[in-house]
């Protein structure tokens, strides 16, 4: 059996299936939900400065931050999608990396992961992933993402979901049990039907990351979760996590105005599903 890395695993899922992303995503209203994260970040001291989209895709979930950041830069691995997302967004450089390997992009005021991004990163990458996220915040930095929860395990990746847009036929076929497990690795297929030809597969490996690991993991990274909610479209918990304040050293925390981050807050009173 091969190595899975999270590298192998966006590769496996969108490389071929860049083209048709836009379209199988189609349904999703990226700009309500980023404007949602951008205010859940003002929570936290974001003030609309510089932003980074980390597993930018073809550059959807990138495009909201250009209207209300003063400057952002973009990072996906697949080399197809990172194409369609400079084709999207001119203005905004994409590098090309996965979240393990970022390197010193910069020291951004926010830095968003969203859909689906973390679910690809084997349990034996989280910790350099959270620690290259960590190293391109600034000191009084944001980080916002998302992580699916057991709920989309049981469901959408342990049933088939057919969905037509235009000439072309998806059939996702989720190959997991009803009965999934915390922290086991999911699998599922998509596959795109075009004219008479056989289709195009892309393959879906994903990982659950249970609450607490994904926190663990955080911690030693210098970040604290500061807030966490279940998203309400969706089964995925939102994590705003910010740097471990130094000592002696005050962060503003957006309109509360207090010292130091929070507890962790359960945003709205919305459980989260573990
Ligand atoms: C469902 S898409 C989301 C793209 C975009 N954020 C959006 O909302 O449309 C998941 C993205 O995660 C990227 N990805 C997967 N593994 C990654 C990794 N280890 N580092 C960075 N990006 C990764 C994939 O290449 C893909 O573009």
């Keep these: 059996m091969s190595l899975v890395t999270s590298c192998s695993t966006a590769t496996g899922a969108y490389a071929d299936f860049a083209c048709f992303y836009d379209r199988y995503v189609a349904h999703?209203?990226?700009?309500?939900?980023?404007?949602?994260?951008?205010?859940?970040a003002a929570r936290h001291g974001f003030a609309g400065g510089s932003a980074l989209d980390v597993g930018c895709g073809t550059g959807l979930s990138t495009a909201p931050l250009t209207e209300r950041c003063a400057a952002v830069a973009a990072c996906e691995p697949v080399e197809q999608m990172a194409r369609l997302a400079e084709r999207r967004l001119p203005g905004v450089r994409v590098h090309r990396a996965p979240v393990t390997e970022l390197g010193a992009l910069g020291a951004f005021d926010l830095v968003l992961m969203?859909?689906?991004?973390?679910?690809?990163?084997?349990?034996s990458e989280?910790?350099?992933?959270?620690?290259?996220?960590?190293?391109?915040?600034?000191?009084?930095?944001?980080?916002?993402?998302?992580?699916?929860?057991?709920?989309?395990?049981?469901?959408?990746?342990?049933?088939?979901?057919?969905?037509?847009?235009?000439?072309?036929?998806?059939?996702w076929r989720g190959r997991c049990r009803p009965?999934?497990?915390?922290?086991?690795?999911?699998?599922?297929?998509?596959?795109?039907?075009?004219?008479?030809?056989?289709?195009?597969?892309?393959?879906?490996?994903?990982?659950?990351?249970?609450?607490?690991?994904?926190?663990?993991?955080?911690?030693?990274?210098?970040?604290?979760?500061?807030?966490?909610?279940?998203?309400?479209?969706?089964?995925?918990h939102i994590y705003i996590a910010t740097p471990e304040p130094q000592k002696g050293v005050r962060r503003d925390q957006g309109q509360e105005g207090t010292e130091g981050p929070a507890d962790p807050v359960h945003h709205q009173g919305r459980l989260i599903a573990r």
């Design 114 to 123: 969203i859909n689906d991004v973390v679910n690809y990163v084997p349990g």
């Design 179 to 236: 009965s999934f497990g915390p922290g086991e690795r999911a699998e599922a297929t998509l596959d795109a039907f075009v004219g008479a030809g056989p289709p195009i597969r892309s393959r879906h490996v994903q990982f659950h990351h249970p609450p607490g690991r994904i926190e663990a993991a955080l911690r030693r990274a210098g970040l604290r979760v500061t807030e966490s909610y279940a998203d309400r479209s969706a089964p995925k």
């Design 28 to 40: 999703d209203h990226y700009a309500t939900w980023v404007f949602e994260l951008l205010d859940a």
């Design 126 to 171: 989280l910790d350099a992933a959270f620690a290259q996220l960590a190293a391109n915040l600034a000191p009084s930095g944001v980080l916002v993402f998302d992580a699916n929860t057991l709920a989309t395990y049981r469901g959408i990746f342990a049933r088939t979901d057919i969905r037509v847009a235009g000439d072309v036929l998806f059939v």
